[in-house]
């Protein structure tokens, strides 16, 4: 709902989009988040599209790889770069025309990564509030940053709602790859 | 068993540099967080004389009541007179000012009876610290304007002031330093970008891995904190990428039997939070020591690995450890670490910033 409004052409031309795209895109992240919920993962699914054809797609794979940064988005970048090697393209010529559709706003190091791959347009659901690098904690997004890469558009609050209810349910039964809180480590001795 | 086999060198073998035990010129300092690093911010507020300097108990009591400043519980509501030219002696601080304030009398200010101002002068606008000062320099500069109470953090004061390491532990960081140099000036050699990393589990001096910029056309990401990253998830069983084009890339396995055993008995241990293997949760209580400053993703992935200090060398232009963002001290963030920068500047500052 609150997405049909238009996007603005992407700075330089990169990457625009059709409402008709969005819901599809973001119809199969959600898809995705709510199998990442279904294994206990956090429930962030994201797909990179190129040219119309799904060159990308990512969950968080924290714990299976014990590397804390292997977020969706930064497992996607790689499915994408694999992607460019198989059929011999120059990763920059792919990545420039190239949205990122994800059910929640990208975390400070996600955002600086999509800015260094120069991705134009980044399609999200609900903000993140921890973590959030296009806007809620720092706006890495649109930051005056000359060295990292470039600025890129957001189109936010696409199906938030739906996205910040899996999120909820997720830390409700808490997650149980983070190490626990000091406090929450007292609660558990006391009980 | 371990298809990178290969690999699984010991970080600490004849190819590193020995540590350099000659005195050498470089200084750790801390990057303090956007509070501790401010100047000091000032507002307007009123205070008037103590003609009748009998009064002054009573008039503090009364005027505190009326207007209590729980904002700027910092300001010493009494001051000695500067001015040794006036008749008076002591100034009382009565209440903040409007940002246009203009001249107000007593009457205008304090709500009488609850303020009898018998013994007070004519109110004057002054210029007072709007917080409390966090380090001695914040302090100096607070109390020019108005007398401010100060607690002083030992551990930043001495920091601040390049005493908080000892002469051994400064051998111990130089030698960490020289290494990422090292693995810096190895990723140059191979024609990539020179920035070199090592990742050191203080509690035992062990060196759990030496990574450097292994970025290229194919993956821009691989910035050496990345590396340094996944080389660990490596030394503990996982991990993500292939690293053995670049051979100078490499961890130590984590002895998970060792390991207990040695956290088990270092005060850390409550502080630390296993997995199943016994290990601690990624790179937490891990020190790493990079050549340059890192940038905004570096940075934040150091935070969701929970790394415990960083030293850098140099800064880097985009830097996110104290030079554009400061994303190691944010209340609002889940993780915080410390944060030093100037080991081994000099050297650092000629090698390639991370960007």
Not at chain 2, 47 to 57: E, G, M, N, V
Request: aromatic letters at 6%; glycine letters at 6%.
């Amino acid at each position: 709902m609150e997405a049909e409004a238009a996007p603005t052409p992407a700075p330089g031309g990169g990457c625009s989009v059709s409402a008709e795209e969005i819901e599809k895109w973001m119809e199969e992240a959600m898809q995705m988040a709510k199998e990442a919920l279904e294994s206990i993962e956090v429930p962030v699914g994201c797909l990179m599209v190129y040219n119309n054809e799904v060159v990308g797609k990512g969950r968080n794979e924290v714990n299976q790889t014990k590397n804390a940064t292997r977020h969706a988005e930064m497992v996607a970048i790689d499915q994408a770069l694999d992607w460019c090697r198989r059929s011999g393209r120059s990763p920059s010529s792919v990545f420039e025309h190239t949205a990122l559709y994800v059910t929640v706003e990208p975390c400070i190091m996600c955002a600086a990564a999509l800015r260094l791959m120069k991705i134009p347009l980044v399609v999200y659901g609900c903000q993140n509030e921890r973590f959030g690098g296009c806007g809620s904690v720092l706006n890495i997004a649109s930051a005056d940053l000359p060295n990292t890469g470039r600025p890129f558009q957001c189109i936010p609050g696409y199906r938030a709602e739906e996205a910040v209810e899996m999120l909820k349910t997720f830390y409700k039964q808490e997650n149980p790859n983070a190490p626990k809180s000091k406090v929450r480590k007292k609660e558990c001795q006391r009980s | 068993m371990d298809p990178l086999g290969g690999m699984e060198q010991q970080c600490e073998d004849e190819k590193a540099p020995r540590p350099n035990r000659e005195p050498t010129l470089w200084q750790a300092l801390p990057v303090l967080s956007e509070q501790q690093s401010r100047d000091v911010e000032l507002v307007l507020a009123y205070a008037a004389p103590i003609l009748d300097k009998r009064q002054t108990s009573r008039l503090l009591k009364e005027v505190s009541a009326v207007h209590p400043l729980p904002d700027q519980t910092h300001l010493k509501r009494v001051r000695p007179s500067r001015d040794a030219s006036r008749p008076h002696l002591l100034e009382i601080l009565l209440c903040l000012a409007e940002p246009a304030a203009g001249k107000r009398s007593l009457a205008e200010l304090l709500p009488q009876p609850a303020v009898d101002p018998r013994g007070l002068g004519q109110p004057f606008l002054v210029p007072v610290p709007a917080w409390p000062p966090l380090t001695r320099g914040q302090f100096e500069e607070a109390r020019a304007h108005w007398p401010t109470s100060f607690h002083e953090d030992k551990h930043v004061t001495r920091a601040l002031a390049g005493r908080l390491f000892s002469a051994q532990e400064q051998v111990e960081m130089q030698g960490h330093m020289e290494r990422a140099v090292w693995m810096a000036q190895q990723a140059a050699t191979g024609g990539l970008r020179a920035v070199g990393a090592v990742v050191v589990d203080p509690a035992s001096g062990q060196v759990l891995a030496m990574g450097h910029d292994c970025s290229s056309s194919a993956n821009p990401l691989l910035h050496a904190t990345m590396v340094c990253i996944d080389l660990v998830a490596q030394g503990q069983g996982q991990g993500t990428y292939d690293f053995r084009p670049h051979p100078a890339c490499s961890f130590a396995p984590a002895s998970t039997h060792q390991g207990i055993q040695a956290v088990s008995v270092r005060t850390l241990n409550e502080d630390m939070d296993m997995d199943e293997d016994g290990l601690p949760y990624v790179c937490t209580g891990y020190d790493l020591y990079i050549t340059r400053e890192p940038c905004a993703m570096c940075a934040m992935a150091m935070v969701h690995s929970r790394v415990q200090r960083v030293f850098y060398g140099a800064p880097s232009p985009d830097g996110a450890l104290g030079t554009r963002f400061r994303i190691h001290a944010r209340p609002d963030l889940n993780h915080r670490f410390q944060v030093f920068h100037g080991v081994l500047e000099a050297q650092c500052r000629q090698l390639d910033p991370d960007t």
